[in-house]
Every structure is written in structure tokens, then in C-alpha cells.
């Protein structure tokens, strides 16, 4: 597999850290990060929207003192894979399917990697969509951890019928690649100071995380699109009503969540068979990117669960 552009400086993770080129069965060019090292296993990162396999490395090296190797991946359309939107900065995608095109594509490339085994999943926000969809699909994994799932998107419940409306509306009238009001195509670590900040309560890391931008903005991304709204919309609410996969799994989630439905996630929980609700005291939706505390209790939680289950 051909080797892809990496910004190791950024990613600040374990050593031998590389990316590589893959292919997605509808052609879509996709960067994936290996960071091999590890005796216990693999965590598969599925990463949020807007972000970027460089954002994982510190994520990499917590698994790496725990005996875990990792992988993460650029979703189609963000970070340095292929972009779909004649906008680069939009968030596009043209059916949420497609992004199990990208796993699907992570999942053949394993067996030529030989990475150690067994796997693991560590998926956030807009990763955690993801996640569920392949589990209930039978993704063969051991364990599943996840923080921030978006299995809803935080929209005040006045405006969520308006917010349907405009989606599908912007849809059908063949606007769906204009942005989301209220976004642009900025990214939003660029132009979001750390006060006004969701993401976490951590200054240095915010602003760790905004240096990835600052000095590649190739890396960033802007607001979604009306289109990739709809679509997503419409996973989350397949997802409220499907069963719960029969994998053991965690769930971390900030007491300061204002990223996604903290009653969705509550809900789905509670009907997860070896499944656990961990919620986090002091944290926004990026439990990983928090305080060393709050992380360090992170890692501990999902090794432990991995562990269980080797």
C-alpha cells in the first residue's frame, strides 16, 4: 500500500507512526494512520467530523503505554482524503452509507498490515454514528468503546422541526450543498476562541489541537452541508430504532455535552446488553482532548474494558 503524506511533528505519537494511501470500493482515495506498536491488540479510531488522523497521535500514544496498537482513519471528505464537495471545505458526503464504504476498505486492509490482534473499536462523535451502524452489521470486533456518539444531533427541540424542514427542503430544491446556516466555511477551531469553545475545558489541548490547522489548513475542515445534514438526520434516526449489537462496550460522555442528544445516547444505553453509560464529570464532548486527568481516567476505563476482553 502506497505510503501517504503524515505530519508526524503534529500527531505527537508513539513511534514508527505512518499513513498510507487506501481505496474505497467506489474509488474514493482514503489516509488511514498506523501506529503499530502494541502487544495486546488494535483499536480501530474512528474519528468526528471535520477531523484529522493527526488529532489521534497523543490518542495513539495513551494506547501504546497500554498495550495497544492503532489505526486511524480520514473519512471521505475531510483531512487529506479525497474531498467531495466543489467546496473543500464543506462537509459533504453523498449517502451516510458511504462512509461503511471507508471502514469496509479499513477492514480489507487489515489482513495486510498485520497489526496485532485482537481488534478494537475507539469511535468519536460523528465516528460513533459510524460505529453503531457496522456493529449492528457485525463489524468482528471484541469490545467497543466511544465518546460523545452522535446517535443525535443537539438541536434545541423548537427548532428540530425547522431544522428537518430546511435539510430536506434545501434537499429536494437541489441547494443541498449549501452550508448549514450558521456555519461557513471556515474551520471552526480557526475562528472559535477557546472561551466559546465546545470541545473541551482543556486550553492547551484546544490549542494544540488548533495548531494542526493553523499550520496545515489542508487539515481543516468548515460547517456541513444542508445535504450531509439530511443524511445524517436520517442515520440517526434509523439507528433510535434498531437493536442493540451484542458487542460489550463503554460509553463516555462529557456532563457538559452540547454536541449531540445527550438523551439519545442515554436511551440507547439502556438497551445495550454489556453496555455501560460512564459519565464524565467536567468534560465537554471531547473527552480524549481534556484535561490530563479526565484523560488519564479515559484511557484506564477503555483499556480495562479491552482488556476484559482478550
Same mark, same amino acid.
Not at 468526528?48 to 490518542?59: A, F, I, L, N, S
Given at each position: 500500500?502506497?505510503?501517504?503524506?503524515?505530519?508526524? *511533528? !503534529?500527531?505527537?505519537?508513539?513511534?514508527?507512526?505512518?499513513?498510507?494511501? %487506501?481505496?474505497?470500493?467506489?474509488?474514493? =482515495?482514503?489516509?488511514?494512520?498506523?501506529?503499530?506498536?502494541?502487544?495486546?491488540?488494535?483499536? %480501530?479510531?474512528?474519528?468526528? #467530523?471535520?477531523?484529522?488522523?493527526?488529532?489521534?497521535?497523543?490518542?495513539?500514544?495513551?494506547?501504546?503505554?497500554?498495550?495497544?496498537?492503532?489505526?486511524?482513519? *480520514?473519512?471521505?471528505?475531510?483531512?487529506?482524503?479525497?474531498?467531495?464537495?466543489?467546496?473543500?471545505?464543506?462537509?459533504?458526503?453523498? &449517502?451516510?452509507?458511504?462512509?461503511?464504504?471507508?471502514? $469496509? /476498505?479499513?477492514?480489507?486492509?487489515?489482513?495486510?498490515?498485520?497489526?496485532?490482534?485482537? %481488534?478494537?473499536? !475507539?469511535?468519536?462523535?460523528?465516528?460513533?454514528?459510524?460505529?453503531?451502524?457496522?456493529?449492528?452489521?457485525?463489524?468482528?470486533?471484541?469490545?467497543?468503546?466511544? @465518546?460523545?456518539?452522535?446517535?443525535?444531533?443537539?438541536?434545541?427541540?423548537?427548532?428540530?422541526?425547522?431544522?428537518?424542514?430546511? /435539510?430536506?427542503?434545501?434537499?429536494?430544491?437541489? =441547494?443541498?450543498?449549501?452550508?448549514?446556516?450558521?456555519?461557513?466555511?471556515?474551520?471552526? !477551531?480557526?475562528?472559535?476562541?477557546?472561551?466559546?469553545?465546545?470541545? @473541551?475545558?482543556?486550553?492547551?489541548?484546544?490549542?494544540?489541537?488548533?495548531?494542526?490547522?493553523? =499550520?496545515?489548513?489542508?487539515?481543516?475542515?468548515?460547517?456541513?452541508?444542508?445535504?450531509?445534514?439530511?443524511?445524517?438526520?436520517?442515520?440517526? #434516526?434509523?439507528?433510535?430504532?434498531?437493536?442493540?449489537?451484542?458487542?460489550?462496550?463503554?460509553?463516555?460522555?462529557?456532563?457538559?455535552?452540547?454536541?449531540?442528544?445527550?438523551? *439519545?445516547?442515554?436511551? =440507547?444505553?439502556? &438497551?445495550?446488553?454489556?453496555?455501560?453509560?460512564?459519565?464524565?464529570?467536567?468534560?465537554?464532548?471531547?473527552?480524549?482532548?481534556?484535561?490530563?486527568?479526565?484523560?488519564?481516567?479515559?484511557?484506564?476505563?477503555?483499556?480495562?474494558?479491552? $482488556? /476484559?476482553?482478550?
Amino acid at each position: 500500500m502506497p505510503e501517504a503524506p503524515f505530519f508526524a *511533528d !503534529l500527531a505527537d505519537g508513539p513511534e514508527g507512526g505512518h499513513a498510507i494511501w %487506501l481505496t474505497a470500493a467506489d474509488g474514493v =482515495r482514503l489516509r488511514v494512520a498506523v501506529w503499530p506498536q502494541g502487544s495486546k491488540g488494535t483499536v %480501530l479510531i474512528l474519528t468526528g #467530523r471535520t477531523e484529522c488522523v493527526e488529532k489521534y497521535g497523543r490518542t495513539a500514544a495513551d494506547l501504546a503505554r497500554r498495550g495497544y496498537a492503532s489505526l486511524a482513519i *480520514d473519512w471521505r471528505g475531510q483531512g487529506l482524503s479525497d474531498r467531495l464537495a466543489a467546496m473543500p471545505m464543506a462537509g459533504h458526503v453523498a &449517502r451516510f452509507s458511504d462512509y461503511q464504504r471507508d471502514l $469496509d /476498505a479499513v477492514r480489507v486492509a487489515l489482513d495486510s498490515l498485520h497489526l496485532p490482534q485482537p %481488534l478494537f473499536l !475507539l469511535a468519536h462523535s460523528m465516528g460513533g454514528t459510524i460505529a453503531l451502524r457496522a456493529l449492528i452489521d457485525g463489524f468482528p470486533v471484541r469490545a467497543a468503546a466511544f @465518546t460523545g456518539p452522535m446517535w443525535g444531533i443537539h438541536i434545541a427541540p423548537t427548532l428540530r422541526p425547522l431544522a428537518w424542514a430546511i /435539510a430536506t427542503g434545501a434537499r429536494a430544491a437541489g =441547494r443541498g450543498l449549501s452550508l448549514v446556516p450558521g456555519t461557513g466555511p471556515d474551520c471552526h !477551531l480557526v475562528v472559535t476562541p477557546f472561551e466559546r469553545n465546545l470541545l @473541551t475545558t482543556d486550553a492547551d489541548m484546544y490549542g494544540w489541537m488548533k495548531s494542526h490547522v493553523l =499550520r496545515h489548513p489542508e487539515l481543516g475542515l468548515g460547517g456541513p452541508t444542508l445535504h450531509w445534514l439530511s443524511e445524517a438526520l436520517l442515520e440517526c #434516526r434509523w439507528l433510535r430504532a434498531a437493536p442493540s449489537p451484542a458487542v460489550p462496550a463503554v460509553v463516555l460522555l462529557g456532563s457538559e455535552e452540547k454536541i449531540v442528544t445527550v438523551k *439519545d445516547v442515554c436511551r =440507547r444505553m439502556k &438497551r445495550w446488553p454489556g453496555g455501560t453509560l460512564d459519565l464524565v464529570p467536567k468534560a465537554a464532548h471531547e473527552v480524549l482532548m481534556e484535561t490530563p486527568a479526565i484523560r488519564a481516567r479515559a484511557f484506564d476505563r477503555i483499556a480495562a474494558l479491552f $482488556d /476484559a476482553q482478550r
